[in-house]
């Protein structure tokens, strides 16, 4: 047959579709279009009888450009017409310019691919293929086990396609209504394109597939089987009892670890899902990070590890919560068949290309356990979730709920209808609970009025999350262990406790280690786990009434810990700890090492002297130990060395407020550096902890290897004048660069820099380029200043014979650098202080004197005597002392200090020691702080005494302070610092006022973990304008992260006006009454550069009630 056809085009396409050749059974490489209807069309068992007339054509101008265009008119006498179809598709594959698909129907269970390939302007090749399906087509064959178990997790390759979050493969894309599939189908196509080549097969045939089914008219379905293939429809997506092993890859910080094990503990909390650190289970979840950013499967895959995807911004617990949803088996609420009865799409303002992501279910692929339409579901889309603006709508609730149009798309926490359904997939005990507090107790139900027969209880007790000799790098958990105490036991006796029995497992599940079984009347003895969880099982089985049982339990924390690595938590950790707890850790490394302790995540209530809820941790094994830090707030601590091999830590917390603890990593720590070959460093070596680094000596920097050094910018100078320059004066300054000169002059000289030329990236706060200058030679010297940006420094001496100066660039915006001289003098203060009375400093060639705060210089510019004592304060924070602090001050002083910050803001005062004469009513010596820009302002309180006084919030941005010393006793004052604080009362005035959303607008970007809310108010009949000057805040599509939210009324139970983010300021606000509330929250990831708002109170109009 071939001989006859020499002419024909031939098939020279080859690796890419190989598989395709040989899928056909009588294909073969090199055959003609002609040998393909001849052949194929006759011996194909389930199509030899179908005659068909076929014509193609594929057109070099779209060839050439990568891109086909494939037409296909298809004749067949058993079809009732013809189909023709023209398109064109998106590119498949690496090796093949172009695809085409035409779809032949005659019992609907035949199909007929046609491919044009071609490169430049060359003749076309053409590739046909056709597929017939028995009445339910076989799917494609499975990834071989071997491959899904690669290092690097393969399996992730599994997914051919994404629904939003929703990782789908070949079996789930057949769960959609067939006239919205095409959608899907395209996104598979673009979903392929990042794959590799190895499982083409089977991601092209789903999109074949997708592309039959998409074409077949309703009337035609009759006899095609429907495939079931939602979770929750599928018993083999629903994880076995309920146990979810996970694995927690290591690139995630201890911060992002402890939301997914709240997540995990949310869940288990309200339902009988467990969720366990991987052992040896096939099965199991791995949170990772992948390109779809936040996605995973639905249900169980099995075979192996499946991934749940948490990319950026995607580490809050309500997105987590969501996504373990689908793990656990739930698809998006409004994907559900009867979708349409409750909720609205609004396709018109969908994004474009994400219409697939609306899809919903076909009935009976879809069991909704009976449960009805939850709008508060955590599964559900939002009302602007891929909208194509942030204030258009894409899926709305058709109706209201209890008079009110239902909210939805709350990432918050479970619904009661994601609870009820949960516990009815995993087939919950109706009785029992998820018990997760460091105490508490428990009993049968009905105690003590006895209990009904045919019961079955589970509790499970959960009181921190275990983890085993994988975590966090081989460090392993120390757990806290659980006491069992029955108070009361009354259940009908049997033999063996056949009957009637309470029954503990030593573990997460019903196949625990037993460690007893109970019946009669007799109290247990009191039973301790070997970790932080038991499972307590209650049946009743006979008729005999007993009043039944009840028990306590209590977590042990803390206690001596002897090995070489591990993790302590606070208690209830990632959950907020309890209040009056008090553990204390004595912890041992094996001899000749010390302890190392770094701090995974922290958050304790904050207090300035940690008074209330602290971690202290000492160097040694006893309270006694000398203290390295007490420890509270939300910063994390510095890591921590010994000086032995003990190390000392205590946790306390109060009644009051609770917040999430801490999880810090101990191990044994040793110098690297005291080895005979110095760390292998040609220059220096420098201990760190838990390992070390290798430094170079002044005028060199570490080459590529970081062990060895080279020449570099900087030096050891001894010269007595000169001049120093950036890297490549004049010519702009590379990146990345870190230059250190250190000068140094004869004994009883001084050093005097002077810029001549200064130009560095940067503002007043210097985060990027910079130039400090130091008294000394170490990192550690006395700091004279950090510089950046155009201008230039005064003048700097020396406080000793030797400077250092740093220059150093990041990898950004690079300027043209600095030139200065040095000059060398002989330090006349070394002598007798130069004659000053209180501080001589010295001058190029000369000296001068200078006096303390409180004084001025006296005529003969040597002595010092008493000045004025009033200070105007403009920064956003800084330090307050009292005249001639730290020695006593002088009697019969009266100083003031008028603080202004930026407006919106308020001042705060905190005492860091206060040392002023005592009297019950601070008659005598006192300072007092007034609320306001002077003295007539109410005054916030009159302090003395050594007792330091609670920090101290104006009501605005002015605050006044007055320090007031009478003729007799004097004391050694105070020093405070005041730091400026968001939010508070705003009265809006027919002058027009600004509010900034931080106190350093414009210098940086708003800070992390920012909750500020400031009410203004107008005068009765007023309401109040807002006009956005700038406006710049995270964006995300519901500004879940960062936002600015906007109440009309006094409080933020007000109705809400609005919330923002993003960039471009909103237009003009107007109250319907006299106040308004702006509510600003960020979280600790992207900061942005915030907003200035300035409003005003206008008259009441009728048009003014609401927004423009």
Known sequence: MKNNLRSASKLTTQDTFSWLLHSNGGLQQGDTLEDLQIRTLTKHNHCKSLPFTLQRSCSPSFLSSGVGLASTTLTSENASRSLSFSFRPSLIGVAVWAEGISLILSSLTCLVIIFCSGIGHSATNLLSLLLCFPQTPPLPPTVPPTIAHKPGHKFWKRAVAFLGDIALDEEDMRSFKVDRIIDLAQRTVQTINHTDTGNDSRKLFAHIYSKQFGQIKTERRTNIKVWKRAATSRPERVWPEGVIPYVISGNFSGSQRAIFRQAMRHWEKHTCVTFIERTQEESYIVFTYRPCGCCSYVGRRGGGPQAISIGKNCDKFGIVVHELGHVIGFWHEHTRPDRDEHVSIIRDNIQPGQEYNFLKMEPGEVDSLGEVYDFDSIMHYARNTFSRGIFLDTILPRYDVNGVRPPIGQRTRLSKGDIAQARKLYKCSRCGDSLQDSSGNFSSPGFPNGYSAYMHCIWRI?????????????????????????????????????????EIRDGYWRKAPLKGRFCGDKLPEPIISTDSRLWIEFRSSSNWVGKGFSAVYEAICGGEVKKDNGQIQSPNYPDDYRPNKACVWKISVAQGYHVGLTFQSFEIERHDSCAYDYLEVRDGNSENSPLLGRFCGYDKPDDIKTSSNHLWMK??????????????????????????????????????????????????????????????????????????TSPGWPREYPPNKNCIWQLVAPTQYRITLLFDVFETEGNDVCKYDYVEVRSGLSADSRLHGKFCGAEKPEAITSQYNNMRIEFKSDNT????????????????????????????????????????????????????????????????SGILTSPNWPDKYPSKKACTWALTTTPGHRIKIAFNEIDVEAHL??????????????????????????????????????????????????????????????????????????LFSHAQFGDNNYPGA????????????????????????????????????????????????????????????????????????SDDTINKKGFHVRYTSTKFQDTLHSRK
């Not at 262990?481 to 309470?502: A, E, P």
């Not at 220059?683 to 290897?705: F, H, I, M, W």
């Not at 330091?948 to 006793?969: A, E, G, H, W, Y």
């Not at 009410?1015 to 700038?1030: D, N, P």
Request: glycine share 10%.
């Open 462 to 502: 959960s009181v921190t999350v275990t983890f085993g000799p994988h975590s966090f790098n081989n460090h392993s958990l120390l757990v806290f262990k659980i006491i069992l105490n029955f108070t009361s036991m009354d259940l009908y006796r049997s033999h063996l406790c056949w009957y009637d029995h309470v």
């Open 651 to 724: 946790f306390v917390s109060d009644g009051s407020v609770n917040k999430a603890g801490f999880a810090a990593n101990f191990f044994k720590e040793m110098d690297e550096c005291s080895k005979p070959d110095n760390g292998r460093c040609e220059q220096r070596c420098v201990n760190t902890l838990g390992s070390y680094k290798c430094a170079c000596d002044p005028g060199y920097e570490l080459a590529a290897d970081k062990r060895s050094c080279e020449a570099a910018c900087g030096g050891f100078i001894t010269k007595l004048n000169g001049s120093i």
């Open 813 to 876: 915006v690079s300027k043209k650098g600095f030139k200065a001289q040095f000059f060398s003098d002989k330090d006349e203060c070394s002598k007798e202080n130069g004659g000053c009375q209180h501080e001589c400093v010295n001058t190029f060639g000369s000296y001068s004197c200078q006096c303390r705060s409180g004084f001025v210089l006296h005529e003969n510019k040597h002595d010092c005597k008493e000045a004025g004592c009033d200070h105007t304060v403009n920064s956003v």
């Open 921 to 994: 009513e601070c008659t005598y010596d006192h300072i007092e702080i007034y609320d306001g820009r002077d003295g007539k302002a109410p005054s916030l309180g009159r302090f003395c005494g050594t007792k330091k006084p609670q920090p101290i919030m104006s009501s605005f941005n002015k605050l006044f302070i007055r320090f007031f010393s009478d003729n007799s006793v004097q004391k050694k004052g105070f020093e405070a610092s005041h730091t400026a604080e968001c939010g508070g009362h705003l009265k809006a005035e027919v002058k027009t006022k600004d």
């Open 1010 to 1081: 920012s909750d500020c809310e400031w009410v203004i108010s107008a005068e009765k009949g007023y309401g109040v304008e807002l006009i956005f000057q700038t406006f710049e805040i995270e964006e995300e599509a519901d500004c879940g992260y960062d936002y600015m939210e906007l109440f009309d009324g006094d409080d933020t139970k007000s109705p809400r006006l609005g919330r923002y983010c993003g960039s471009g300021p909103p237009e003009e606000i107007y109250s319907a009454g006299d106040s308004i509330v702006i509510k600003f929250r």
